[in-house]
């Protein structure tokens, strides 16, 4: 069982940036893939960005060039950089771990507000 712990979301102005970490309490190193996801209320959760365990990044067409997803094995962190926000990045913000197509794990999610 791993245990996922979002934090570093809050209120920015657009344009702004924000970190997202997210703490697993136990090694990484057997997760295959990590990544956050976001969800607005009364729409599904979709993908922001993902990472393999050999560093091989997705992302969603519309955070291209603005977000950036890494992973620390050594802290058994994720972290998810994200530039340039739009009000339209607004969301809760969930961290998402796959051990194996039969064990997934996500955080409580963490919102982050874009406003002015």
């Given amino acids: 069982q791993v ?14 940036s924000l ?3 997210c ?15 976001r969800q607005t209320p009364g729409k599904q959760r979709d993908m922001v960005a993902t990472v393999t365990a ?6 969603a067409d519309s955070v291209k060039g603005r977000f950036t997803i890494s992973r620390d094995n ?3 962190t994720v972290f998810l950089q994200m530039n340039s926000l739009k ?10 771990a796959v051990q ?3 064990t997934t794990y996500w955080g ?3 919102q982050v507000t874009v406003s002015s």
């Fill in 3 to 16: 245990q996922l712990v979002e934090s570093g979301g809050g209120l920015v102005q657009p344009g702004g």
């Fill in 19 to 21: 970190r997202l970490s």
């Fill in 23 to 37: 703490a697993a309490s136990a090694s990484i190193l057997s997760i295959s893939v990590m990544g956050w996801y």
């Fill in 54 to 59: 050999g560093s091989i990044t997705n992302y």
């Fill in 74 to 76: 050594a802290k058994n």
């Fill in 87 to 96: 009000p339209e990045d607004t969301a809760v913000y969930y961290c998402n």
């Fill in 100 to 102: 194996s197509p039969w």
């Fill in 108 to 110: 409580q999610g963490t």
